[in-house]
């Protein structure tokens, strides 16, 4: 049986051949590709600087490094995200704070920011949820008021608009930092990029990506061309060359993997419409900003449907369909459960989201035959025809 996976990437022959070309030249690590792929990402965010790195948990790191986060300092973000969004915060030092979603966008919500703040907060880190922009102007407002650093977690949104700007365009925020491992919007095997505009944050990520090190001029003529200089700790958080040359040649597919993955969620959206209250499915357009859709987060509604979640998502495998679970909240985490007061682990929007939503195949591979087949195989299942004598389990929850 054919299997159809959550996601995946997009590779032809042009990117092979843009690889190939930097293998065959003189550079491999730090070669010109580097710089033409964060000015072609700079210029596409509508951002003045770009720093590319060697991933998006890299990227997240050395912007909280450069906004000055350490032990002490309280990083503001949301429980549903990816483990690297609060790690990150960890690495420096300071203390993640999580703050409840808004059950219907997913997204972190401004008043449940507001209940966490206290006066060692830092900086709010917003993730634009499966690609859908956080309302960006409310929590810059917010970080206004208490001189906070906004970092994005855009790792879910490139290409994904607010109000008629680029995500990554830093028009509300410090900085913005996305991902391109091979699940995400494209590829460079495994790797990042932090947007800003902000000249002497962008200085400094330059140098952290590079063990902190720098090489003033003044000094170089002064003592010798060999010379270079550490003044603060940094990293190998370093990009190659031919990853540049491989996420170049995705970003000119950019707009074409966009719009077959807005054309697959209205695919979805149309077709499970009909499964009613069933189901709670995302909305598809929003007045003042635009989906990247990263997922398509397909909910049970609980309350209105026999079937658990696990059974579903179980039953689903048995047509070949892959569907995967974003995420198990990062509180769930035996990690954070020892770290974290327990007082400060309650988030009941989030826990309701996390009973009740699988991610459906998206990329834009999938064709459409293939999004029917999934249709097809979610209608089933919900409308009661599969499997009725199966024993349905008990939920488990982690
Ligand atoms: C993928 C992802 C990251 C981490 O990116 P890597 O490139 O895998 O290090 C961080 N945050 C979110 C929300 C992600 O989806």
Not at 108 to 116: A, G, N, T, Y
Not at 380 to 391: A, H, P
């Amino acid at each position: 049986m054919k299997k159809i996976p959550y996601g995946r990437q997009w590779i032809d022959q042009s990117d092979i051949n843009e690889v190939v070309k930097v293998l065959k030249s003189d550079w491999l690590s730090q070669g010109p590709k580097i710089r033409e792929f964060e000015e072609a990402i700079a210029k596409y965010c509508g951002a003045k600087y770009a720093v590319a790195v060697s991933s998006g948990t890299a990227g997240l790191h050395l912007a909280y490094c450069v906004a000055g986060m350490g032990k002490g300092d309280e990083v503001i973000t949301t429980p549903m995200s990816f483990l690297a969004t609060a790690n990150a915060a960890v690495f420096t030092g300071a203390t993640p704070i999580f703050a409840d979603i808004d059950y219907d966008t997913v997204n972190i919500d401004p008043e449940e920011i507001q209940k966490k703040l206290t006066k060692r907060s830092k900086a709010i880190v917003p993730v634009h949820f499966a690609g859908l922009p956080v309302d960006l102007k409310e929590i810059a407002a917010i970080a206004r008021r208490r001189d906070l650093i906004v970092i994005e977690d855009a790792c879910h949104a490139l290409g994904a608009e607010y109000r008629g700007k680029k995500i990554g365009s830093c028009q509300y925020s410090d900085i913005t930092v996305f991902s391109f491992h091979p699940v995400k919007h494209i590829t460079t095997g495994e790797g990042g990029c932090i947007t800003t505009n902000n000249r002497d944050f962008y200085k400094k990520m330059l140098q952290m990506r590079h063990h902190g090190i720098g090489r003033p001029q003044s000094a170089r003529r002064r003592v010798g061309n060999w010379f270079y200089q550490m003044n603060n700790i940094g990293f190998n958080y370093r990009i190659t060359d031919f990853q540049a040359a491989l996420g170049l040649s995705q970003l000119r597919k950019l707009d074409f993997f966009l719009k077959r993955r807005r054309e697959i969620a209205e695919q979805y959206g149309e077709a499970l419409q009909s499964l009613g209250e069933k189901v709670i499915l995302p909305k598809l357009h929003y007045p003042d900003r635009k989906h990247a859709w990263h997922l398509y987060l397909f909910r049970l509604n609980l309350k209105k449907t026999s079937i658990h979640r696990r059974r579903f998502y179980e039953a689903l495998q048995e047509y070949g369909v892959m569907s995967q679970v974003h995420y198990i909240p990062i509180t769930h985490h035996p990690y954070y459960q020892r770290h974290l007061a327990k007082s400060s682990l309650r988030h009941p929007k989030t826990e309701r989201y996390y009973q009740e939503v699988v991610s459906l195949p998206m990329y834009p591979r999938l064709t459409s035959r293939d999004v029917q087949l999934v249709i097809a195989a979610v209608k089933e299942i919900l409308d009661g025809v599969f499997n009725k004598s199966k024993k349905r389990k008990k939920p488990v929850v982690f």
